[in-house]
């Protein structure tokens, strides 16, 4: 008997596959040596009907879920310049151990930003050898960088993120209209995408009279208009690049949400995202003096998150992410309590699906919607719908191997980022992943080790 080592099996009972709500029985085969799907069959075999692949390379997965690899297109992995906040090590293994397969860098917080070629070069090269799921980069629009886009286009940027508020950090600075419109007009016939942080603050006062440490207060700096006046803006600057799609990053306003009905009512290329935090905590039952719990904009009222799942639902709002924003401890301004004066960003990395599928359940929302916002719509948003987001012949072949009914509590000892501060310590969660796979190969395994015996073998797409 020949025996065909490159091939590989996975076969189960529930097998998520595209255009399902439910897993259902399938058997799906895999080449190690392309890293590709290449056969799926509907039902489940057993091995004695492929004797030719190896006994070792066939793997039944029983009642668990297959679901496709997950694809996380926000992500701050700071790397190279702030590896004391996070970098590509540390990031991609929390990312493996929550099923993604895929994160896309953000281009800050990472000195130097992603704003030119020699700058995305130099994130490449310190990338290289350090990651365990595979790994895209969002380009920047900072003032005066318009001539530097097409050729991060070239180089292979997956598109571009600007600000229109403050970031944080001086080496990306905020954008106005007048450095939007040649920046667009770079970037209209590329067939590329912008995101923007959707946020505009007209009248920045520079003193406050609230106490710091008082959640309120920092809600009550961040209103719902900074969002819906930023919002009008791009929508307004689209009808002058009608080619040109347009993509709003974390949007957690729901007054917001008409202007982005009616615009893609009409047409504009406009798309959103909405982050684990404003789907899974509200502002009400976050303690003052708690500044883990600070992202920009900020998690906002019970009723808001209730309408942001109904933008989700409706089609409205296009895929999830985490926006994982860590730092270092001290910038947290945790003995503090100064909410006002903490680094805002939250991390998630690695449980973000249990999140959305502890929610989810709620809500009656199935499996495969839910994996839907996770995988084949953030592949679509950062180009990679041809090859990343779903179980199908001659796509990646990227899985996680997920127990839906498990529960477990999130600890310090859990999480794989750097600084170990999320706001979610302390939850108990449903679902988890026991093992994810990077096209073919092993990459975490939840049951035993996590990353014991196992190599980073992740790619820069």
Request: net charge negative; aromatic share 8%; hydrophobic share 40%.
């Amino acid at each position: 008997m020949n025996v065909n080592v490159d091939i590989r099996a996975y076969t189960g009972d529930n097998v998520l596959l595209p255009g399902n709500q439910a897993p259902c029985p399938a058997t799906i085969l895999i080449s190690t040596k392309m890293g590709k799907i290449i056969a799926i069959h509907e039902e489940r075999h057993v091995h004695a009907d492929y004797p030719d692949i190896p006994v070792d390379c066939w793997i039944d997965t029983g009642d668990r879920y297959l679901l496709p690899g997950l694809i996380d297109a926000h992500v701050h992995l700071n790397e190279p310049g702030r590896t004391d906040w996070e970098g590509f090590w540390t990031g991609t293994r929390a990312a493996a151990s929550g099923g993604i397969t895929t994160v896309v860098d953000m281009p800050l917080n990472s000195i130097p930003p992603t704003t030119t070629v020699e700058n995305l070069a130099e994130k490449r090269r310190a990338a290289l050898g350090q990651c365990w799921t595979d790994v895209a980069f969002w380009g920047g629009v900072i003032p005066g960088n318009q001539d530097q886009l097409s050729p991060l286009v070239d180089a292979g940027v997956r598109g571009f993120k600007c600000f229109m508020i403050e970031s944080g950090v001086e080496e990306f600075p905020c954008v106005s209209e007048s450095d939007l419109r040649p920046a667009m007009s770079a970037l209209k016939d590329t067939g590329s995408v912008l995101l923007f942080h959707a946020e505009v603050d007209d009248h920045p006062s520079s003193t406050g009279t609230e106490d710091p440490t008082l959640y309120s207060a920092f809600l009550n700096s961040r209103p719902e208009t900074f969002e819906v006046e930023a919002i009008s803006r791009i929508v307004d600057l689209q009808k002058d690049f009608p080619t040109l799609r347009c993509h709003i990053v974390h949007l957690s306003a729901v007054h917001a949400l008409p202007i982005i009905r009616s615009a893609k009512a009409a047409g504009h290329k406009l798309t959103v995202e909405t982050c684990f935090h404003y789907l899974c905590l509200a502002s009400g039952a976050i303690p003052d003096g708690r500044p883990e719990f600070k992202c920009c904009p900020p998690i906002r009222s019970e009723a808001n998150r209730e309408a942001l799942w109904d933008a989700l639902l409706d089609g409205t709002i296009d895929c999830v992410v985490s926006d994982h924003s860590p730092c270092v401890a001290e910038l947290k301004k945790l003995g503090e309590g100064d909410v006002m004066a903490a680094w805002g960003g939250i991390s998630t990395l690695g449980f973000g699906l249990s999140l959305l599928w502890t929610e989810g359940r709620k809500r009656n929302v199935p499996i495969g919607t839910i994996v839907r916002w996770m995988s084949e719509k953030s592949a679509n948003h950062a180009g990679l719908g041809k090859r990343k987001g779903k179980i199908a012949v001659g796509y990646d072949a990227d899985f996680i191997i997920w127990d839906p009914d498990v529960q477990y509590t999130v600890t310090k000892e859990a999480l794989h980022f750097k600084n170990k501060l999320t706001p979610y310590e302390g939850l108990v969660l449903s679902g988890r992943v026991e093992q994810t796979i990077l096209r073919g190969n092993p990459i975490y395994n939840g049951i035993s080790g996590a990353f014991k015996d196992l190599d980073p073998s992740g790619i820069l797409l």
